[in-house]
């Protein structure tokens, strides 16, 4: 578990996980319900001086592992089916998962972020998912462990801009969002997950509940849009004017900035 940072080691960087038209109504092959709705809030948080804005893409091969139709039939249907996967590298490890209709394909519409985000903001895209032999809900890695199969840069990114905070918004809760946020704890940093800002595969208890119950478990916070977890005690936020003579709180200046956002 990550240990605590001091306020002034404060650098949050915001992780927007896998915004994508497949997980979007009305088309999205895998659509997560209410997941396009997230939207004016995640730019909203976009608009906070963050120090590393990073967006992912779920980008996979059209033979991927975890596409329902990969697989023989009858243990063939997506949401109903899942699988047995082995580590390619350590076939005595295992790892169970879900079966899915074919989604986020690379050089596909559905892999692309949606239009309502706004890109101009985001500091890097990181694509996951793109090795056929494993599921990765997770940003950061696949879930094997001896050895791992796959890592992405986002560590190395967080990490050579000295970021001590991780706010994770995006789609889904329950999977993506999930995994990222539990993985991003692994990796040292502070990790939050903002409520309002993510939609999850199965709203009810065997999905947000359960999800909610192992983030309160191993330490990830699940906090508002416009809570007390943005102010970090600092008169000036990261890259903003230390010399205002009379500077506001962290809180004060993103809840401004939430405020003439959010507010129709």
């Known amino acids: 578990m990550a240990s605590a940072k001091k306020d002034t080691d404060f650098k949050p960087a915001l ?21 396009r709705s997230i939207a004016s809030t995640v730019n909203s948080l976009l608009q906070l001086p963050f120090v590393l804005k990073v967006a992912t893409k779920d980008f996979h091969p059209p033979d991927h592992i975890s596409f329902a139709s990969n697989h023989p039939a009858p243990d063939n249907k997506p949401f109903e089916s899942s699988t047995t996967i082995c580590n390619p590298h350590n076939p005595s490890e295992t790892a169970t998962t879900r079966l899915w209709p074919v989604h986020c394909v690379q050089g596909t519409q559905g892999a692309e972020l949606i239009p309502e985000l706004d890109i101009s903001r985001v500091d890097h895209v990181v694509e996951k998912g793109q090795d056929k032999r494993v599921e990765m809900y997770s ?3 696949d879930p ?12 190395s990114i967080l990490k050579e801009a000295e970021v ?15 995994y990222t946020a539990i993985d991003s704890l692994k990796e040292g940093f502070v990790t939050y997950v903002v409520k309002e800002a993510t939609k999850a595969v199965d709203p009810g208890y065997r999905g947000w509940g359960d999800t909610e119950k192992e983030f309160a478990k191993v330490g990830v916070s699940l906090i508002s849009a416009t809570g007390p977890e943005i102010d970090k005690g600092s008169s000036a936020f990261p890259g903003s004017d230390k010399e205002l003579q009379a500077p506001i709180s962290t809180a004060q200046s993103w809840a401004l900035v939430l405020m003439t956002a959010l507010v129709p």
């Open 15 to 35: 992780l927007i996980v896998d915004f994508q038209e497949d997980f979007c109504p009305p088309h999205g092959a895998l659509a997560v319900d209410g997941g």
């Open 139 to 141: 940003a950061f890695t």
């Open 144 to 155: 094997f462990q001896n050895p791992s199969v796959v890592r992405s840069e986002l560590a």
């Open 164 to 178: 001590s905070h991780v706010y994770i918004v995006g789609l889904a809760m329950d999977y993506c969002v999930r």
